[in-house]
């Protein structure tokens, strides 16, 4: 962080309770940040009481005295924007770990500053403007080949824009200039931005493209918008990880943003090994190339977690400012929610629910807010799709988080600890979540799947529902006390469940399922329901249609990635099979 | 060093000291009662007017004349390679009767977050010769792993087995234990104590003991103490070090102490709001670091209070620590050890460590075959009590018998048998193989083909 000489003010510390100091004699705005005593530890300003200043300090802050100096840099707390973001690991605040280790070793020490971008790499800047061009805030002046993925260099938000008067191709770092305008002003590809303010759009569109996940139940039945928000909250271990983890490789975004906020460092070391070694289905290129995380364990400083959400969605938006759909996950909202309320309650504020703040709604719904699909300053069309992971103590989804969580997001993926205890992956239950996109999207599938998509989505979900009404039947009178007809059924709903909805996250073929194979099992099963329902009706019993081989194969077709002739056999085995059993 | 005589107020394990020199945060405070006595605080509050200490030990003898002396560092641990073998106080003195410790170093004992991009991945196999712990809810080096039991249940010799058994198959590096009890009885500290010298773990032990008459207070630095002695055998001295920390609801406990003398605002239960982060700084002292050679892997032992898992005490740690083995009380009323319930227990880094390489091919889907079938089982006695064994279908039927055989050749194993992971896999596709060969849609058909007992005896006849 630079320091702005001109803001600069001396101030002593007064007092340290955890992570939350006071100063005083500091001049201080809100969210100004601060370095604080001798090591120089990085702080934001959370409240001003008369001449004290409330500081939270983003490491440890274990033998730190009274009287210890306290400056502030008159700036707030911003992350830097530029080529660069690209396959870095972070931390809350937007230091590199890499840099880190080679800094301070194995462990993470304090007092430590590291810019988010190297500021010595060079970089080769290809204009796409002319001089002579006039721009404006946010127009695409040029590129960076990133990684494999283009860097647009932009014309900063809140700048004036000008005609150019010099620009050119070259090798340039971040701080050089690469575009001079007429007025003089130089424009380098390194941006600041406050992670608190979201950075400026034309306008927001309506969701109506799905974000394709590959995942059949996501997919199928709950799909997300580009640009939508979703929550997953889950009672540990219900498979919450996996499954956000699983939408990082293979959800069609170009971006991927991902935040792991007061998470395990060995799950956070997983996804670190197994990112650089993953392959993006659509380039063949490793993820990781599209790819920013953010890692603030839970044993790293609490104020920094708080401060990981910002860090990692306005890194989001400035990928979604050239153009990209950007998708974030946020592991776990909970635990950002959790770390507010610590903070708080050093604050001594008046608690809400639960001993939450009472601001803890307000700042949920802002966070959820920054996402959509918008149109650019520069005209370009770009998406932000937020997921958030909650993790609701003892599986109470009516606690405070979960409650206003729900209140913002459009989609729901309800995890459910039941169905993971019974090896049922993902482990979404398929009754209580919801999509609130399915109308805005119906359109879309219509035309890229099939129009027979959307009637046979609501066919497979009347199946389940009557099969849940149907288990509690059984439940109490045991399944061969039910008309011949809703035996079959409840053979159909399982497979639904066991074919379509479970999907094998480890397996090579099954971990990714496009939505033309969604659409051929989900038919391949209707087709069975269909000859079943035929055959009874010229008196066939549920044993025999239940007993019908070839339909058992049908799991093969997950694991299988030329399906189309297996699956062919398989229907005309069916066929056969019924011809058959009437034939008899 | 300057003793200030200005303490104001004394309220349970928390002393207010006025008018000091600037005192830094979390310092060490000796504090000298009218006997001579020296009790050990740490500063939890600091400025210029007034400092909160947390007192380690019994507040009992303090008063307004007692002496504060800041030492102006931090908690600090000596520690060395000859603290193998020896027993600890919670405090870290020795009460072996044996010398001091001759420290090769000293260590804060909040120890540092390892840096997310300095861990290796975990992914060595631990066996430790208990089937529904290496068949279904694998343990890898590095994990931290906890059992979730309550009270009359035998998760000390669950633990204690664990200790006894644990290796990594081929591997011949050396290991040690580090164990510590907070505010357990001295009758379970002398059993622990009894078995380690009986299979003579002791002389690779650290012991540290903070038993129930102890200062409660004291038992919030235990763990750090033992965790800071495993880090440095492990990160330093290249050991594989499995920590067992018993147990961890007393810990929490004097926690939540501390926070009602500080009048915190109270999170869930009365526990403080910070107790997550809490628990953090010491579970996620367990890991790997790439380019050492050592690994430290935990096993918290809590008991729920209630046998209930949603308290927040077990709840938080779940979210920390990389899964759970429940300990079940129905399973011990059956009379089967070790009574661990397969269906809420798991182990989210046994992906990583099970398959060809690690263990035998099959593993997973073998595992993952084992659950669905003893979930359907277990759900079907609900069925069965309403409607009779009667009324099931054959499928059905075939299940519960499953579930039964389950509990009572795969759970249920000696006190002191070791099954190698071979045996244990071996055993559950004898235990799958009662099934009809197309209930196995978690496996594939190859692996059927190459392990299931008909294919195999026709192989080998």
Redesign the interface.
């Known amino acids: 962080m630079k320091k702005g000489k001109e803001n600069e003010a001396q101030g002593a510390l007064k007092r340290i309770s955890g992570p939350v100091v006071t100063a005083v004699g500091l001049n201080a705005h809100m969210y100004d940040v601060v370095k604080v005593g001798n090591e120089e530890l990085m702080g934001e300003v959370i409240k001003i009481q008369g001449e004290n200043v409330i500081i939270q300090v983003y490491e440890d802050t274990a033998g730190i005295r009274p009287g210890e100096p306290v400056t502030n840099t008159g700036l707030s707390l911003a992350v830097e924007l530029g080529p660069g973001l690209l396959t870095s690991i972070y931390d809350g605040i937007q230091r590199p770990l890499e840099v880190l280790v080679n800094k301070m070793g194995n462990f993470i020490e304090r007092g430590v500053s590291a810019p988010g971008l190297s500021h010595e790499k060079k970089w080769e800047f290809v204009p796409t403007m002319k001089v002579g061009d006039v721009v404006k805030a946010g127009d695409i002046l040029g590129t960076v080949q990133e990684t494999n993925i283009v860097h647009k260099v932009m014309v900063p938000p809140r700048s004036k824009g000008g005609k150019i008067k010099k620009i050119a191709a070259g090798s340039f770092t971040v701080d050089e200039t690469v575009c001079v305008l007429e007025d003089g002003t130089e424009i380098v590809m390194l941006q600041r931005w406050p992670v608190r303010v979201p950075r400026p759009v034309k306008q927001k569109l309506n969701p109506d493209i799905p974000l394709i996940t590959g995942q059949r139940i996501l997919d199928g039945l709950f799909p997300i918008a580009k640009g939508g928000t979703a929550a997953i909250p889950g009672p540990f271990g219900s498979g919450k990880t996996v499954t956000q983890q699983q939408l990082a490789k293979w959800s069609d975004a170009e971006i991927v943003v991902y935040i792991g906020c007061g998470e395990r460092g060995n799950e956070m070391t997983e996804v670190l090994t197994e990112f650089p070694d993953l392959e993006d289905p659509k380039t063949g290129r490793p993820l990781m190339e599209r790819t920013v995380l953010i890692a603030n364990t839970s044993n790293m400083p609490v104020a920094a977690r708080e401060a990981s959400v910002y860090t990692g969605i306005t890194i989001a938006e400035y990928f979604r400012d050239m153009g990209y759909d950007v998708s974030l996950m946020a592991d776990s909202t909970s635990r950002w929610a959790e770390a507010m309320r610590e903070i708080s309650s050093r604050l001594e504020e008046m608690p809400g629910e639960e001993g939450y703040p009472a601001y803890l709604a307000a700042r949920l719904s802002e966070f959820y807010e920054r996402a959509g699909r918008v149109i650019n300053l520069n005209e370009t069309g770009g998406s932000v799709s937020v997921i958030g992971a909650v993790s609701p103590p003892g599986g109470d989804f009516s606690e405070p988080v979960t409650q206003n969580t729900l209140r913002i997001v459009k989609v729901f993926w309800a995890l459910d600890a039941k169905l993971s205890q019974r090896r049922h992956f993902p482990a979404i239950n398929w009754l209580n979540s919801y999509s609130l996109y399915l109308d805005a999207l119906n359109e879309w599938y219509d035309r890229e799947v099939s129009p027979e998509w959307n009637p046979l989505r609501a066919w497979a979900m009347g199946v389940l529902q009557k099969e849940a009404e149907l288990q509690e039947i059984v439940q109490l009178v045991g399944s061969d006390a039910l008309p011949d007809e809703e035996q079959v059924t409840i053979e159909v709903a399982r497979m639904i469940r066991e074919i379509f909805l479970q999907q094998n996250a480890y397996d090579p073929v099954d971990t990714y399922c496009s939505m033309t194979k969604q659409y051929d099992m989900m038919k391949a099963i209707k087709h069975y329901a269909d000859l079943a329902r035929t055959a009874q009706t010229v008196g066939a019993t549920p044993q025999q249609v239940i007993s019908i081989k070839s339909k058992n194969e049908l799991v093969q077709i997950k694991f299988t990635k030329d399906y189309e002739p297996m699956l062919a056999k398989i229907q005309k085995d069916m066929e056969a099979e019924f011809d058959a059993m009437r034939a008899a | 060093m300057k003793e200030y005589r200005t303490v104001t107020q004394i309220a349970g394990p928390l002393v207010f000291v006025e008018k000091t020199e600037?005192?830094?945060?979390?310092?060490l405070v000796n504090i000298v009662t009218a006997d001579g006595t020296v009790k050990r605080g740490q500063v939890?509050?600091?400025?210029?007017e007034i400092v909160v200490i947390q007192v380690f030990e019994t507040t009992a003898g303090i008063g307004r004349d007692s002496g504060i002396r800041f030492t102006g560092?931090?908690i600090k641990m000596p520690v060395g390679k000859d603290m193998l073998g020896r027993i600890l106080s919670g405090g870290g003195k020795p009460i072996d009767g044996g010398p001091e410790i001759v420290p090769e170093k000293r260590l804060?004992i909040?120890?540092?977050?390892?840096?997310?991009?300095?861990?290796?991945?975990?992914a060595d196999f631990i066996q430790t010769g208990i089937s529904t712990i290496d068949g279904t809810n694998t343990l890898v080096r590095?994990?931290?792993l906890p059992i979730f039991s309550s009270s009359g249940l035998p998760h000390n010799d669950v633990a204690l087995q664990i200790a006894r058994q644990a290796k990594v198959p081929g591997s011949t590096e050396e290991f040690a234990v580090v164990f510590a009890a907070m505010g357990i009885t001295r009758e379970e500290a002398n059993y622990f104590m009894a078995d380690f010298e009986k299979t003579g773990a002791l002389e690779r032990a650290v012991v540290f003991l903070n038993l129930a008459d102890d200062p409660a207070v004291e038992r919030i630095i235990t763990p750090r103490l033992a965790l800071t002695t495993a880090e440095y055998l492990a990160?330093e001295l290249g050991y594989h070090v499995l920590v067992i920390l018993t147990d961890m609801t007393n810990y929490c406990e004097a926690l939540r102490q501390i926070g009602a003398a500080r009048e915190?605002?109270?999170?869930?239960r009365g526990y403080p709001?910070?107790m997550?982060?809490d628990l953090?700084?010491i579970?996620?002292?367990?890991?790997i670091?790439?380019g050492?050679k050592g690994s430290v892997t935990q096993i918290p032992i809590l008991t729920m209070p209630g046998d209930d898992?949603?308290?927040?005490i077990p709840?938080?740690t779940?979210?920390?620590?990389?899964?759970?083995i429940v300990v079940n009380r129905d399973l011990h009323r059956k009379g089967i050890y070790a009574p661990i319930n397969v269906?809420?227990s798991?182990s989210?880094?046994m992906?990583?460590g099970i398959g060809k390489g690690h263990t035998r091919e099959d593993h997973?889907k073998v595992s993952?075959q084992l659950?669905?079938a003893y979930?359907?089982g277990n759900d079907l006695r609900?069925?069965v009590a309403?409607?009779g064994k009667d009324?099931?279908?054959e499928r059905?039927r075939m299940f519960l018998e499953f579930a039964d055989l389950f509990e009572d050749r795969f759970v249920r194993q000696g006190l002191y048998e070791d099954r190698s992971i071979e045996e244990t896999l071996d055993l559950s596709w004898d235990l799958l193989s009662t099934l009809p060969e197309?209930q196995l849609?978690?496996i594939?058909r190859e692996l059927i083909q190459k392990y299931h007992p008909k294919y195999r005896k026709k192989a080998q006849g």
Not at chain 2, 22 to 27: A, F, I, L, R, T
Not at chain 2, 264 to 268: D, F, I, M, N
Not at chain 2, 283 to 287: L, P, Q, S, V
């Open positions: 600037p005192v830094g945060y979390s310092e939890l509050d600091t400025s210029d560092e931090t804060e909040t120890g540092a977050a390892i840096n997310p991009y300095a861990r290796a991945s975990p590095g994990q931290k990160f915190e605002v109270p999170g869930r709001g910070y997550y982060t953090a700084s579970y996620e002292r367990a890991g670091i790439k050492t898992i949603t308290h927040p709840d938080l779940g979210y920390i620590t990389e899964g759970q269906l809420p798991l989210r880094l992906n990583l997973k993952d659950y669905a979930a359907e609900g069925l309403i409607v009324a099931l279908s059905d197309e849609v978690r594939d």
